[in-house]
């Protein structure tokens, strides 16, 4: 048992003290040397006279210990001695951005944007892990020699399931000047708040003071954390869009850290060798991609998710398509569109019209790279059924699924579907997994992902922030290669996006078709409240605003409405029940567990080559409760939702 730690001493037979690094208002650090494992570590330990700072310690330990990420200083053993409590650490060679700033200045905005997407993407992932930080400020942030940034100090971090969440003495935890105002007003910790400090800790970084101004007592900072007091930025440049959205003095307005990094990342990118690394540590320790990463890359997206999609999809159609359709499916792009139910409204984010619908023309005002006008944009003009005719027999399907998708189905020589290419665009990028490289081709940025199973995927990342996913999937178990498919398909995508924006949709919509809606207008606070928790101010709205959903703070409740389609919907589409008058079907558990979906026909129309096609709204209810009671909500939901498109239609 030590009684003064000294340089020379050893902790459990183990780590050799070599010298203090730092000192803190926990204790002091240490670099060390892990005999056993031959490399440097930092050793922290609690203060010998104090034990509630050796509990505090275990916490840290506890909490960080699970925490695997590039951005997150790693947590390798804690050692309890008795009188002395140790955390054993990794060794970051780096300045705190409190000393940078000290000894430097300020940063520029993308200097500080490199920063804040980082440790953003740390507090996703430590989130995702249910582990609240409570501690983000300037003195957490280590930053090395080549700009990476790794957040530190989980003190006084806490399990979004824990029963504590106030000190013992009813203090308030945390720095004054980085402090959330929820924090400031005696409420508990939550992931928002550490948003807010990330927010804080950046607004000190390019503006050299706290968003809450300078003033010579802390106490002060404190009231003007009640009130909300924030000062503007005056030289953040491009950081003053995300910085805003952080400093949000209401909880539920701010982004979650997975927005937080997109806003921060659009706004200020980081350097090629920061990007490349943002890009390989976005793997989550799932132990089933189906039932958890949906919810996961919804939130850190806002996008239609795409393992649901490839790995529990919708019944796959079978379409009758004449000898003459496939050796047309080449040349008729234009002619398909004719029949579509596409809209021509420029309804995005929340500035469009109660029903989303416009009898404006399509037009391509958008530069060359971009998608534009998402409610106009058509994905079916990046693909192309010819060039993909060297993998078997190629048809064009505009009418399955999203309506921000189009398929080519390829048949083998018996006529079969043995494969599908499929475009999606969606509003935001998404944090992929398993990223295996990245180039730029013509000004785009491809993202090639690694083959998983009998799906492989690419990204294109286009001009205006947004993205076009390309998907290649066997169906059969004798099927072209799917990575070669999605290459094939990416290649063409490329090529039109060079030379101008995605190709606009070429007719407006029938007059009773869904895509003149705007989901989120179907459901309002008081329908909301049939599901406790939900917060209709906690909104996210999907591409087109043809998905929305809204959430509970803690992500455990949600409600998501989709527009798709389908050639039918039937007992294959699981238990029949009414739904305001019409026969629907509802699953329980289909997206992932706790969860169910009623999937609602809408119209059935007669597309381009002579097929029917059903308009269907998909509603899911996630919440943990029993199958018969969340499907019961649900069901009561899409009536509303039923009720409420009649409405939004009349008045059009």
């Known amino acids: 048992m030590l009684v003064t730690p000294e340089a020379g001493d050893k902790i459990a037979d183990r780590y050799l003290l070599q010298e203090s690094i730092g000192r803190g208002g926990m204790g002091v650090v240490w670099l060390a040397w892990d005999e056993r494992l031959e490399r440097r570590v930092a050793v922290k330990c609690a203060r010998l006279d104090d034990d509630r700072a050796a509990r505090r310690l275990m916490g840290e330990a506890r909490n960080a210990g699970r925490l695997h990420h590039p951005n997150i200083v790693g947590v ?81 971090s806490r399990a979004l399931w824990s029963d504590v969440t106030h000190s013992g003495t009813g203090s308030v935890g945390g720095k004054p000047r980085y402090l959330a105002p929820e924090l400031a007003k005696g409420l508990p910790a939550g992931e928002k708040s550490d948003v807010f400090s990330l927010g804080a800790s950046l607004f000190m970084a390019v503006e050299g003071r706290s968003p809450y101004g300078e003033v010579e007592h802390p106490a002060a900072y404190l009231a003007r954390a009640v009130e909300g007091h924030i000062e503007p930025a005056h030289r953040a440049g491009p950081l003053e869009g995300p910085l805003t959205a952080l400093l949000e003095v209401e909880p539920r307005r701010r982004p979650d850290a997975a927005r937080a990094q997109r806003l921060l990342t659009h706004a200020a990118p980081p350097p090629p060798h920061i990007a490349e690394q943002l890009h390989d540590s976005r793997r989550r320790d799932l132990t089933s991609p189906t039932l958890v990463l949906r919810r996961v890359m919804r939130r850190a997206q806002g996008s239609t998710p795409l393992v649901s999609q490839r790995l529990q999809p919708l019944r796959r159609r079978r379409l009758a398509i004449t000898a003459v359709a496939l050796a047309a499916a080449g040349t008729t792009t234009a002619g398909l569109l ?13 500035q469009g019209s109660r029903t989303g619908a416009s009898d404006a023309k399509p037009s391509a005002t958008a530069p060359a790279g971009a ?66 490289s990245t180039h730029l081709t013509a000004g785009l940025t491809i993202v090639t992902l690694k083959r998983d199973g009998r799906v492989c995927e690419r990204a294109v990342l286009t001009a205006d922030g947004k993205q076009v996913r390309v998907i290649g999937k066997q169906l059969g178990e004798v099927a072209p290669d799917p990575c070669q498919m999605a290459d ?31 989901t989120c207008t179907l459901l309002d606070a008081t329908a909301l409240k049939r599901l406790p928790g939900v917060d209709a101010d906690n909104r996210d709205r999907g591409f087109g605003s043809w998905s929305c959903d809204w959430s509970s703070d ?24 009414d739904v305001a008058g019409t026969r629907s079907y ?26 029917r096609t059903t308009e269907l709204v998909q509603l899911t209810v996630y919440a943990p409760q029993p199958d018969r009671q969340l499907c019961d909500n649900a069901t009561e939901f899409a009536a509303d939702v039923v009720r409420n498109i009649a409405k939004r239609l009349a008045e059009t």
Not at 384 to 404: H, I, K
């Open 554 to 577: 803690d992500g455990k409740r949600e409600v998501e409405i989709q527009f798709s389609q389908d050639n039918s919907l039937d007992s294959d589409d699981g238990t029949a029940v």
């Open 586 to 611: 509802y699953v329980a558990d289909e997206a992932e567990d706790d969860s169910c979906t009623v999937r609602t026909p809408h119209r059935t129309y007669t597309d381009s080559v002579g097929g």
């Open 371 to 436: 998608i534009g006008d998402e409610r106009t944009a058509d994905p079916c003009g990046l693909l192309d059924a010819a060039s993909l005719s060297r993998f078997g027999g190629t048809v064009l399907d505009p009418y399955y699924g999203e309506f921000d998708r189009c398929d080519v189905l390829v048949r083998n020589s018996s006529g079969d579907d043995n494969a599908d290419v499929q475009v999606n665009l969606d509003s935001d990028r998404d944090d992929f997994d398993d990223i295996q």
């Open 488 to 518: 094939a398909a990416t290649d063409h995508v490329v090529g039109v996006l060079a030379y101008g924006p995605v190709p606009r949709r070429s007719s407006l919509p029938a007059s009773n078709s869904l895509a003149r809606l705007d």
């Open 338 to 350: 004719l029949f579509g139910p596409w809209a021509a409204s420029k309804d995005e984010g929340d």
């Open 76 to 156: 390798f053993d804690f050692v309890d001695e008795g009188a002395t409590c140790w955390i054993i650490m990794e060794y970051v060679p780096a300045r705190s951005l409190a000393q940078i700033l000290t000894e430097s200045g300020p940063l520029t905005p993308e200097a500080a944007g490199s920063i804040g997407c980082q440790i953003a993407a740390a507090l996703a992932k430590s989130h995702h892990e249910g582990v609240v930080h409570g501690d983000v400020t300037p003195e957490n942030i280590l930053v090395t020699d080549e700009g990476v940034a790794r957040l530190t100090d989980f003190g006084i």
